[in-house]
């Protein structure tokens, strides 16, 4: 997301997306605010890739997961919330 803001800067006509961004490591909230800051300097020129990333880093990472389905279902919900 840092590289998005960067390119928010430096562009003003091209129109750009983020790598896929696991929603484990953000709360909905956290990167809701930040693609939204970031539609608003591009002027919609922002789109925000999301996924779940894989097992074996979120596992080493610690984080609990469930059903990527489900988990990606209530994220997207309380991302438009």
């Known amino acids: 997301m840092g ?13 750009y997306w983020t790598s896929i961004q696991p929603i484990y490591l953000a709360t909905a909230a956290e990167t809701g605010a930040t693609a939204g800051h970031l539609h608003e300097m591009t002027g919609g020129r922002f789109r925000l890739g999301l996924g779940v990333s894989h097992e074996p880093v979120t596992r080493r990472l610690g984080v609990a997961t469930g059903t990527p389905l489900t988990d990606m279902r209530a994220y997207v919900e309380a991302l438009r919330a």
Not at 5 to 14: E, F, G, M, P
């Open 3 to 15: 590289f998005a803001t960067s390119l928010a800067h430096a562009t003003t006509s091209i129109a």
